[in-house]
């Protein structure tokens, strides 16, 4: 079976899978991109389970201040070195749960983990720190944020 060269890119760079596994699971779903991206992210999804027994002791406090300046949060995004807290993945995956952060009245980080992604309603914020975790190899948590919005007490 000829398979796409598009397709293979796009999986890669979604899932943070590599090139072997990607064809793996391409010729494994008959060539089906669906298929093999849902079975990607379930080794995505064993791989972050992997890496949760390790200590997170680095990261980046992040901002997000919305158009107008009405809303805005910080939020503590934790990795295990500091070489991966400069790394681009990381810094994408800090602005966009900061940026989640000031759209809903999120209570705890657990409510905020299970939550539809603003961008992408298909996938939940959790979804988006598993890919990070496969793409970067460490471990990843939000540990705490903080929204602000004028006119509240």
Known sequence: MELNVKDIKRLREETG????????????????YKKAYEELMKKVGSKAAKKSER????????????????VGTLVYMACETDFVARTEDFQKLCKEIAMQAATGDYKTVEELLNDEYIRDPSRKISDLINETIAKI????????????SVGEE
């Open 17 to 32: 899978a590599g090139v072997l596994e990607v064809k793996q699971a391409l010729e494994t779903s008959g060539g089906d």
């Open 137 to 148: 190899g460490e471990r990843v948590e939000i540990r705490k944020f903080v929204k602000y």
């Open 55 to 70: 200590v997170a002791k680095d990261g980046l406090i992040v901002s997000y201040i919305h158009a107008g300046g009405r």
